[in-house]
């Protein structure tokens, strides 16, 4: 086993246990990192494959991931933020006035 | 290119239509009498178009004209007139200028009533003029949308909206899978290296080419949605409630003219354009007609709500314009056409009549009326003539019709004109259980309770049926009026139909 | 010896990864994620990416998980466990659906990478300067200038999305 | 001068037009007398018209295209020769008098408001009207226009008493049945325009222009149209209702005229059933048939118009019977005498009941002889006719009917197919048939006028009632010596169509028509049985004391009393199904229907939307599950696809 | 001097890195608008009286309808740019005329929107709604994965916080969350997606995937990861085109989001995935189209289905058009998944008549809002014909042309959607069959509204809605009668769909 495919395996798991996680947890900011575990697995897989390569494209893609993640952390903390602060528990299950 | 005179008759009701919406306010009255106005030009305008078919010489297609529309499917405005669509257009125009005539009573924003009725007969015209398959599927659509504002929202029972809902829901789902016939008729005729096209004659020259398995899927995929609409027997259940629950006058549009939208379809788009399909598929419509003209005859024998009485024996009538029509040969056709012309002027002149009645014993029910005749004996005199022309009483219209469909049945086999006796037979005993039970019979022992204006037909009634029951009589003594003007047509379409079918 | 730091790196992601999504307290979860971040930056080195180890450590460990910690105190979310969600089937279903999505992938990479090498070029080796910051540079603004330059606009989302939701009352 | 025809046929419809028209402008009487004044014209044009046409032969006059589709063409168009203005004389003539006759009818007792006569008058012309068309018009499609008109009008005056339930069915049985005759004769014609090589195949001159099968189909069809005009067995039950209808009516339409268009058809196509072997089988089957059922059923009915109505048919089956051995001018003579003694009857009947203000049920009357002695004599006048005593006219048309078949059998008779026994048989039916008339007419005579008196008192007859009789009865008792079998024929040249195929070769299946003169044994026979019905009829009834109680019959007798109760029959069989099918699918079908595609098809989408509604739970991460589990089966689709490759 | 230094230190030949650098600035003139828009509305808000706030609106509508404008008269004509980063064809100018178009249509009721509810609209909004749009566009015009993604975050950031922007609305609020929350993870599937085909094509530019592709095909072990990168990939476009079962969150976004940004997220979003389907699926995952053609195949039944049946038992007039939006992707991927020539154009024209009538029935929920978003109630179209005739009638007309009526242009869309199935024949009849079918069960939940407008009883006495401003009587106007055109003229907006259809190079 090569060392990208051990890399790219590790991706994959933690790809697989940050979308349980999103699933399983009903803290919304843990399901946010698990969303970033994600983000992670993919830069992991990302680099990987750009370390095989030779370019730099595959760590540019890593650098708009790492951006784009920041600016969804400000915007989804903020979210998170508003919607719970009045809110004595932090559950999602609670946030479901729309269904049907 | 022509004058566009078709497009003109087509258009002229939407004009109309427009012009009500657009006007400002003014009297319901003078609203009205705009609308009578504009729909007597329109039936002046289609009775010039039919006078240039009056020597019954022109065969195929006249006064074209052709617009494109939207190239990648072959679709293109293209309308045009021969001289069957010439009567049914004439028909139309008519009906729906009695139709109009007869609905100045209507309760609650009459303008958009007027206007939807406008709308209709455009929408009517269209699919008769149209000479492209997709141009024909859009007036096909544009004719529901009225027909359903108009159930709906001006309709007689509380089941209107539903009714209105249940005959959009059919019709589409019949002329759905038409388009998609439509479609794939497009797409499977195109030459190599040309572009396809959906004109109804070069497709009828091109559509030899498809294998008979294709031919018969695309057939019956057009002849849902014309069973749908005409209906025939499997596909009926939206129309007694859309008859009944209808205005009336819009009833008459739907009962007179709608339901042979259905029967030309089938003559243009099953029999013109499959020449050798519908032969195969002639005995399984031919069966179908036959049901439909037994079930809505028994149907009709057991109503006791009039309107409803009328529905199913216009279920039956119909069926009779279809077995002419899949009889495939001269004499069904012609009587097909002819008959179509009939039923289109005796059906909605006994919606007309029953209306005329209804409001005054303000019902329907047969329960409750009975011994009319020695209270409105002309108005009996009236129902007594149209029943007697709606069972087919040799002398009459409709007789002319049913003895050349029935015969053209019998030519292409006896069992279909011996079923369809059994629903002459059956259609005099409907109509005159309808007629005595209403205007003859003992005295009811309870009046209804709205029989205040029981009155004897005033002078504005005359004038619209006096006309009416002459048509009939003329009609039925001088028939040839009527297919002298198409025979010539009928032959051209079925030998080249035989031609094209042969050479399969 | 890099195979031993690989292996222990690789472990050490997995095991905090799941410790994000099973540790029962947000701030513990937190922690997890710091320790994964830390552990995939030490293997984007490994892996000759030392620009984007640098990135990784400032933005994701030094930015964002700040972020996270500050709103994690500032929410500060009682303790939760997961093995006493009242949602049985949807804990049903995210477990078994996520070993589904695991196994498919993992799966797929053996099918893909196992039995032979990837025709890479050797990694372990001198991999030239692919990682290095200047070939990085140049190739950020140059061929890929037009992605960096969104990527203002969508700090520029962000900016006016603070400032939407701070203003919030 | 054969061109009158049309001046025939148009008086009556303006007749007709006039007064359904002017309505309430004319008075009740003035529209009578105008209904009269256009029968008596176009029985002058009929004369005009006879005199005209004794020498044509098919001769079509007023003729113009009237449907044309391919390679059909049918034509309107009158015929001038003597068998249509000969029949046209008879309805003109016997519709004339019946006319007249219903002034006094109508007017008189009947004073009901409901019952303007003025509505009678219309239907009477147009009855006139459409009967004349019958008769004149010279193609069968044309025909089938006075065919479907006198059906029509027959409806309208058997229902004329509007305001009576079972007048109003009984119209709306004789239209339906009718009906079934007209789609007969439809379906006929449509067998001879098919299979017909002439150019104008429905003209009457050319439809024996079939051959083989299609001539047998054609004529079978025909036969259904003739039966069902002229009552007889198995479409006869409308006929004894029709006696609802007014008196009057029953004499012109159900008697004289319209029933008799049967036998006017089979006559009128002989060129036609001349050649077909299985026409030969059937018409005098049905014609015996008729006779002996029919005069089994008037053995007991108790109601007076009854009784005439089944000897009617009984007659009429005489007619089929001649007309269906190729005896179709002993037929048209019998048609001609039954007219004027059977008319006669009908309108002594109604004058009886017109002068007992409506009483029908002969068990009430009795001891009348005295009271009304000349209604008496006129009704004697008639019965005798009917039975067949020498002199009077029946006695000439019952010998030329029975003398057309052997008693005793023959040598020279035509191969048959049912043998030629059959003949024989046919022959001794018509004796014991001839044997029931005289006893059923006199049995009603006997009870009507003699026996102990009833408690009714009834009034005078108006002479306008009278005279028609009068002129009846003189028609009843020398009618008949126009045409004296074998000794002369003064209605020769008036059944000189009928001839024209035999005259050439005649074909060889038929019995000779007996023109060599009456035979003595037959003769005896017949006035023998009938005299011999006369007194049965004396000894039993007419000698009675007691009046005979009005109560209902039991066993053989409501057999026949019921029509064998064949009536009953049909409605179990053909009308009661039906309309169980019609208010089933009234109550059941077509709502349900609709309602099972609205809720099979729509309810299963509206449930089906519910139930995926439960799928929008609003958790979100119920919605992520949902994403996971898409791309999970995403994956699998594809790394199945992967394997596979 | 700096550059060439680096140059000289890394060995990079100077010519072909010229050729790396060019730097196409007029391939985007639309999107430097737009920015310099937000720009331009986030600064005015300081010199702008509170009380003059529909300024801002203006500006807003002048940006859209410039940078729709710069498009044909500035844009450069290049069928790529940006290194082959982004395309500035004709495909791109006509997502301009759509996104734009319909970011000023929202942008116009907005104003009126804002007032109804009695919220402010402050400058983040109309700066939101123009970045909104400039992503939307952007999509449209990527030509390389991570463009597309970042495209793509900047519209959904833009997106998550416009859903949450009535501040004291609770379901507002939620909307914004559970976009944010479900987009995240949706997007970050399709990011490992992109990992994957970047990590075996070695580049993330579609010409070279296409190359890489047109070589290789799947062929190899490393195959399997072309394909679960190609599923992976599809997952986030089906959660933005909202298909079955990526769906779930659209009803609840669409109901909670304010009316014009449900109404330009049902138009924009589709508008914008359906080019990016266009240009990398049909574009550059050509060689592939047996592999991914019946996942979208499967995806487009799927969706018609459940998104219309969904709609048939809806209360809630933005919801129902929330699913049937819906049910409306599902007609889009059955072209996408058909991809014939005639689908391409047929789904152009498809989406452009979508805009119109989606924009058009948005515009008549936004008529009726009241303070407390009562109004989205079928009940509350009880006689909207008697009061408003107009507002009916364009609603009417709108639903018409989204149940496939002819001759509204929804009928075309559909007429051409089905017929390219038809062309392709074969399994692709069963996208038609289906697609009838569920139109006719659509044509019962329009028809439901129409019920209510025309047939109804009488409107509901608590809340009537007031006469619609002028800018939101103007977008009534312009869609209803859009609509119509669309349709009637069909023939045109056909042509410019084909044409624009063209710039995909595929079978």
């Known amino acids: 086993m090569s060392q990208i495919t051990f890399t790219l395996l590790v991706s994959a798991v933690i790809f697989s246990v940050g979308a349980a996680g999103v699933l399983l947890r009903r803290n919304p900011l843990v399901q946010f990192m698990s969303i970033e575990l994600m983000l992670n697995a993919v830069n992991l897989a990302l680099i990987s494959f750009a370390g095989s390569m030779g370019t730099a494209e595959g760590q540019i893609f890593v650098l708009m991931v790492l951006t784009v993640a920041a600016a969804e952390a400000v915007v989804g903390l903020g979210i998170i933020v508003a919607m719970f602060r009045k809110r004595n528990r932090i559950d999602v299950d609670d946030i479901r006035s729309m269904d049907g | ?504 | 010896m890099e195979q031993v730091v690989l292996l222990i790196l690789g472990v050490l992601a997995v095991a905090s990864a799941l410790g994000v999504v099973l540790m029962p307290n947000a701030v513990y979860s937190a922690m997890m994620l710091l320790l994964n971040l830390l552990s995939l930056a030490i293997l984007f080195l490994l892996l000759h990416a030392q620009f984007m180890f640098a990135a990784q450590l400032v933005i994701y460990a030094g930015a964002i998980l700040v972020l996270f910690l500050f709103v994690v105190t500032l929410l500060n979310p009682e303790g939760e466990f997961i093995f006493r969600d009242k949602k049985r089937l949807q804990r049903a279903g995210a477990i078994s659906f996520g070993l589904f999505l695991a196994a498919l992938l993992i799966g797929a990479f053996i099918a893909a990478f196992g039995k032979v090498q990837p025709n890479f070029p050797d990694s372990s080796g001198a991999a030239g300067s692919y990682g290095s910051v200047e070939a990085f540079g140049i190739a950020l603004f140059t061929q890929f200038l037009l992605p960096f330059e969104l990527t203002s606009l969508v700090l520029l989302v962000a900016l006016i999305g603070a400032v939407v939701l701070g203003k919030r009352k | 001068m054969a061109e009158a025809i049309g001046l025939v046929v148009l008086f009556p419809l303006l007749g007709f037009l006039a007064i359904a028209l002017l309505g309430q402008m004319i008075s009740q009487k003035g529209a009578a007398i105008l209904a009269c004044a256009a029968v008596g014209l176009a029985f002058l044009a009929a004369l005009v018209a006879l005199a005209g046409s004794r020498d044509l032969l098919h001769s079509n006059v007023w003729q113009y295209t009237w449907i044309q589709a391919g390679n059909w063409k049918v034509s309107f168009g009158l015929y001038a020769d003597p068998l249509s203005t000969f029949m046209a004389l008879i309805v003109t003539g016997v519709g004339f008098l019946i006319h007249v006759y219903s002034i006094g009818y109508m007017t008189d007792a009947q004073g009901n408001p409901e019952h303007d006569y003025r509505r009678f008058f219309a239907y009477m012309n147009l009855f006139v009207f459409t009967m004349l068309l019958l008769v004149c018009s010279n193609n069968l499609l044309f025909l089938l226009v006075g065919w479907g008109g006198v059906g029509l009008s027959s409806f309208l005056l058997i229902g004329f008493y509007k305001d009576k339930p079972s007048a109003v069915a009984a119209a709306r049985k004789a239209l339906v049945t009718n009906t079934i005759g007209d789609v007969g004769l439809l379906l006929g014609i449509f067998v001879i325009i098919i299979n017909s090589p002439q150019a104008d195949p429905l003209n009457l001159a050319n439809i024996g222009a079939l051959t083989g099968s299609s001539r047998d189909l054609a004529a079978i069809l025909l036969i259904i149209a003739a039966v069902a005009k002229s009552a007889q067995l198995p479409l006869h039950a409308w006929l004894p209702d029709a006696m609802e209808g007014p008196t009057p009516v029953s004499a012109l339409i159900h008697a004289a005229t319209m029933v008799t268009a049967g036998v006017y058809l089979i006559t009128r196509c002989h060129n036609l059933f001349a050649y077909s072997d299985v026409a030969l089988v059937i018409i005098p089957l049905i014609g015996a048939a008729s006779a002996l059922f029919a005069a089994t059923c008037a053995l007991v009915q108790t109601d007076i118009k009854r009784v005439l109505a089944y000897s009617t048919m009984s007659q009429l089956g005489y007619m089929f019977m001649a007309a269906g051995v190729g005896a179709y001018e002993a037929a048209m003579f019998h048609l001609l005498t039954h007219a004027f003694f059977k008319a006669l009857l009908f309108l002594t009947a109604g004058s009886v009941i017109h002068s007992l203000d409506g009483e029908q049920d002969m068990r009430k009357m009795g001891g009348l002889a005295k009271k009304i002695p000349m209604t008496r004599n006129l009704f004697l006048v008639g019965a005798l006719a009917i039975s067949g005593i020498l002199p009077l006219s029946g006695f000439f048309s019952k010998e030329a009917i029975l003398g057309t078949f052997p008693l005793f059998g023959a040598d020279n008779l035509p191969n048959w197919s049912l043998g030629n026994a059959s003949f024989v048989i046919l022959g001794w039916v018509g004796i014991i048939v001839a044997f029931m008339t005289a006893f059923y007419m006199f049995r009603a005579f006997f009870l009507v006028f003699y026996g102990p008196k009833s408690d009714l008192h009834p009034h005078k007859t108006p002479n306008v009632m009278q005279i028609p009789l009068y002129v009846l009865a003189v028609l009843a008792v020398v009618g008949g010596f126009l045409y004296v079998p074998g000794a002369y024929n003064l209605l020769e040249k008036y059944f000189e169509p009928i001839r024209a195929p035999f005259l050439d070769g005649q074909p060889q299946h038929w019995l000779s028509i007996n023109t060599d003169g009456l035979e003595l044994t037959k003769l005896i026979a017949a006035v023998g049985v009938a005299i011999l019905g006369i007194f049965v009829a004396y000894g039993i009834y007419g000698t009675r004391t007691k009046p005979i109680p009005v109560r209902a019959y039991q066993g053989f007798q409501a057999f026949l009393f019921n029509g064998w109760y064949l009536d009953k029959m049909y409605d179990l069989l053909i009308a009661s199904p039906v309309r169980w099918l019609a208010r089933l699918l009234t109550k059941e079908a077509d709502k349900d229907v609709a309602e099972a595609l609205d809720w099979g098809f729509g309810g299963s989408v509206w449930f089906g939307s519910k139930l995926l509604r439960k799928t929008e739970t609003g958790y979100v991460r119920n919605y992520a599950l949902g994403i996971l589990v898409g791309v999970v089966a995403i994956l699998l689709y594809v790394t199945v696809v992967a394997i596979q490759r | 001097m700096l550059l060439g230094n680096i140059l000289n230190q890394t060995k990079i030949d100077p010519k072909a890195l010229e050729d790396l650098g060019k730097i196409e600035w007029g391939a985007l003139w639309p999107a430097w608008i737009v920015t310099g828009g937000i720009l331009l509305v986030l600064m005015s808000d300081l010199v702008i009286p509170k009380n003059r706030r529909e300024v801002l609106a203006w500006l807003t509508i002048a940006t859209l309808v410039a940078a729709m404008v710069s498009a044909f008269l500035l844009m450069d004509n290049k069928a790529v740019a940006f290194q082959g980063m982004v395309a500035a064809d004709d495909l791109s100018r006509f997502m301009s005329v759509l996104i734009f178009g319909a970011g000023a249509l929202a942008a116009l009721t907005s104003s009126d929107y804002f007032s109804r509810i009695g919220v402010e609209a402050r400058s983040e909004y109309y700066a939101l709604l123009l970045a909104t749009t400039a992503g939307m566009w952007l999509i449209s015009v990527s030509l390389n994965l991570m463009v597309f993604f970042v495209s793509l975050e900047i519209f959904s950031l833009s997106l998550y916080i416009l859903s949450g922007f009535l501040p004291r609305s609770v379901r507002s609020h939620e909307a914004g969350f559970k976009y944010f929350l479900l987009s995240s993870f949706a997007t970050a599937f399709m990011l490992y997606g992109m990992a994957l085909i970047f990590g075996i094509t070695k580049s993330t530019t579609y010409s070279k995937i296409l190359a890489y592709l047109q070589t290789n095909k799947i062929s190899g072990d490393t195959g399997i990861l072309i394909l679960v990168g190609l599923a992976l990939l599809l997952v986030g476009f089906s959660f933005k085109i909202s298909a079955v079962p990526f769906h779930m969150w659209t009803p609840d976004v669409y109901e909670g989001a304010p009316t014009p940004v449900t109404a330009l997220m049902a138009v924009g979003t589709k508008a914008a995935i359906v080019a990016g389907f266009l240009r990398l699926f049909t574009g550059a995952l050509d060689p592939i189209r047996e592999q991914w053609q019946p996942i979208i195949f499967v995806l487009a039944i799927l969706t018609m289905l459940v998104g219309n049946i969904l709609a048939v038992t809806q209360n809630n007039v933005k919801r129902l058009l929330a699913y049937s939006s819906v049910g409306q992707a599902g007609y889009l991927l059955a072209g996408i998944a058909v991809d014939n020539p005639l689908a391409r154009q047929g789904v152009l024209f498809y989406i452009a008549s979508y805009t119109v009538m989606t924009l058009g029935a948005f515009a008549v929920v936004i008529a009726l809002e009241g303070p407390r978003s009562e109004g989205q109630e079928l009940r509350y179209f009880n006689g909207l014909a008697r009061s408003h005739p107009w507002l009916a009638a364009t609603m009417a007309v709108c639903l018409l042309s989204l149940g496939g009526i002819p001759p509204t242009a929804g009928f075309f869309g559909k007429a051409l959607v089905f017929g390219s199935a038809m062309q392709a024949g074969g399994w692709y009849i069963a996208l038609a069959l289906v697609g009838i079918l569920t139109s006719v069960i659509a044509v019962f939940y329009y028809f439901r509204i129409v019920v209510h407008m025309y047939m109804g009883g009488e409107p509901s006495a608590r809340h009537v809605p007031g006469k619609p401003a002028l800018s939101l009587g103007f977008v009534l106007l312009v869609t209803g009668i859009g609509t119509l055109l669309l349709g009637f003229l069909s023939g045109y907006a056909f042509d410019w769909a084909q044409q624009a259809a063209a710039v995909i190079m595929a079978r």
């Open chain 2, 1 to 504: 290119m022509d004058f566009p005179l078709v497009s003109l008759i087509i258009f002229w009701p939407l004009l109309g239509a427009l012009l009500l919406i657009a006007l400002p306010k003014v009297a319901a009255r003078s609203l009205f009498w705009l609308s009578v106005f504009w729909s007597v030009v329109e039936f002046g305008l289609s009775v010039g178009l039919l006078i240039t078919f009056a020597d019954g010489t022109k065969t195929g297609f006249h006064w074209n004209e052709k617009l494109e529309w939207l190239k990648a499917l072959g679709m293109n405005y293209q309308v045009g007139v021969d001289s069957i669509s010439a009567w049914l257009i004439v028909l139309t125009t008519f009906v729906t200028m009695i139709a109009m005539f007869s609905s100045s009573g209507v309760q609650g924003r009459p303008r958009l009533y007027w206007a939807w009725i406008l709308v209709l007969e455009t929408g009517i015209l269209g699919v008769f003029a149209a000479t492209n398959l997709l141009n024909f599927y859009v007036f096909w659509e544009v004719m529901i949308i009225p027909a359903y504002f108009l159930i709906g929202q001006w309709g007689v029972t509380d089941q209107r909206v539903k009714s209105a809902l249940r005959f959009v829901l059919y019709t589409l789902a019949g002329s759905l899978l038409m388009l998609l016939a439509m479609l794939a008729l497009a797409f499977l005729t195109v030459p190599a290296g040309g572009a396809p096209t959906l004109d109804l004659m070069v497709l009828r020259t091109r559509i030899s080419g498809l294998d008979s398995t294709t031919q018969a899927w695309l057939f019956l995929a057009f002849a849902a949605a014309f069973a749908v609409k005409v209906p025939l027997f499997p596909f009926q259940a939206w129309q007694p409630d859309a008859y009944a629950d209808a205005p009336t006058p819009v009833t008459m549009i739907l009962s007179g003219v709608m339901s042979k939208t259905g029967a030309y379809g089938f003559l243009r788009f099953g029999i013109l354009l499959f020449p050798a399909t519908s032969r195969d598929f002639a005995p399984l419509i031919c069966t179908l007609a036959l049901i439909s003209i037994i079930y809505g005859a028994v149907a009709a024998l057991g109503q006791r709500d009039l309107k409803r009485l009328l529905a199913y024996s216009s279920l039956s009538h119909t069926g009779f314009i279809v077995l002419g029509i899949f009889a495939l040969n001269e004499q069904g056709v012609n009587g097909a056409v002819l008959q179509m012309v009939n039923h289109g002027i005796t059906t909605p002149a006994l919606f007309l009549a029953l209306a005329a009645l209804s409001n005054r014993t303000g019902t329907t029910e047969i329960a409750f009326m009975s011994n009319l005749e020695s209270r409105m004996p002309r108005l009996g005199a009236l129902f007594l003539i149209l029943s007697l022309a709606s069972m087919g009483l040799p002398g009459l219209n409709q007789f002319a019709g049913e003895f050349l469909i029935i015969g053209g049945a019998w030519d292409a086999s006896p069992i279909y004109a011996i079923v369809a006796v059994v629903g002459v037979v059956l259609a005099a005993w409907y109509a005159m259980r309808m007629f005595q039970s209403v205007w003859h019979g003992p005295k009811l022992a309870q009046e209804p309770p709205n029989r205040n204006k029981a009155l004897d037909m005033q002078p504005i009634e005359l004038a619209v049926f006096v006309p009416i029951v002459l048509l009939i009589v003329l009609l039925g003594l001088a028939p040839s009026l009527v297919t002298g003007v198409f025979d010539a047509t009928v032959r051209d379409w079925l030998n080249s139909g035989i031609a094209i079918a042969s050479g399969r």
